[in-house]
């Protein structure tokens, strides 16, 4: 006993003295994470990629479904001349439709604007600096996206035609909202919504205006729509035919 006491003594005095004194071990199964935490970690990993996978299938669903859309309104017809990739056109006729649908546009509507704004050149770039299939302006288009919720990053991310068309097709239906007819809108997706406020201000500078680029986008969605309704009343007839047959 007495020599356990003076093991004791000499400890205290070590940690007394600010002495190194030897390192208390922790049980060896406080190291890592218990068994149970370990289970539950991939527990949690398995059905995370599971919910991963099904949003995948349920993405892939929609998109077949929006490019039939697309098959069908002739949008995929247009994209052909983007000179893009098949998987690229088949991304950007389901981004045309998909956006065109969030935003409450006509498909057909976005089709013509990017016609006229950039003839699907996907690299397309203004003398004023707006990019890509829709002609936006980088700092319009940081705008929107944050508005939107996600960050735009480099100017050149324009040139992605989803991320494009995606921007473009909610500036054209804000400008709508805001300038209350399509005409007038396009006036500001032209011209800048300043800009346009001061030409629409004045009779003779809006008539002039008028006759220029919002005509050529309507005249565009018109035709459009025209090549559109004789396809569809083409094959409504051959489907009566074939029942008939």
Same mark, same amino acid.
Not at 153 to 180: H, K, M, P, S
Not at 221 to 226: D, E, N, Q, T, V
């Given at each position: 006993m007495r020599g356990w006491r003076w093991v004791a003594m000499a400890a205290a005095l070590l940690v007394g003295s600010g002495a190194r004194a030897f390192p208390v071990m922790p049980p060896e199964e406080a190291l890592g994470e218990a068994p149970a935490v370990i289970a539950l970690r991939q527990q949690l990993a398995q059905r995370e990629a599971e919910l991963k996978a099904i949003q995948e299938k349920l993405r892939e669903s929609s998109d077949d479904s929006h490019y039939a859309d697309a098959e069908r309104l002739g949008v995929v017809e247009a994209v052909r001349a983007s000179g893009l990739t098949a998987r690229q056109q088949r991304r950007l006729s389901v981004a045309i439709i998909r956006e065109a649908d969030r935003n409450? *546009?006509?498909? *057909? *509507?976005?089709? #013509? *604007?990017?016609?006229? $704004?950039?003839? =699907?050149? %996907?690299? #397309?770039?203004?003398n004023v600096g707006a990019m890509g299939l829709m002609q936006v302006m980088p700092n319009t288009g940081t705008y929107l996206a944050n508005k939107a919720g996600f960050r735009l +990053?480099?100017? !050149? %991310?324009?040139? @992605? /035609?989803? !991320? %494009?068309? $995606?921007? +473009? !097709? /909610?500036?054209? #239906? @804000?400008?709508?909202?805001? =300038? +209350?007819t399509l005409e007038r809108a396009l006036v500001a997706y032209n011209a800048g919504p300043g800009l346009a406020q001061r030409i629409l201000a004045r009779r003779e500078r809006r008539v002039k205006f008028m006759a220029g680029y919002p005509a050529k986008v309507v005249k565009e =969605?018109?035709?459009?729509? #025209?090549k559109q309704a004789r396809e569809l009343t083409l094959r409504a007839t051959q489907q009566t035919d074939d029942r008939e047959g």
């Open positions: 409450h *546009l006509d498909p *057909l *509507l976005v089709v #013509a *604007l990017i016609h006229c $704004e950039s003839s =699907f050149n %996907n690299y #397309a770039v203004s +990053g480099r100017r !050149t %991310n324009l040139f @992605d /035609a989803e !991320t %494009n068309v $995606e921007l +473009g !097709t /909610a500036y054209l #239906a @804000d400008l709508i909202q805001r =300038f +209350g =969605f018109r035709k459009l729509k #025209a």
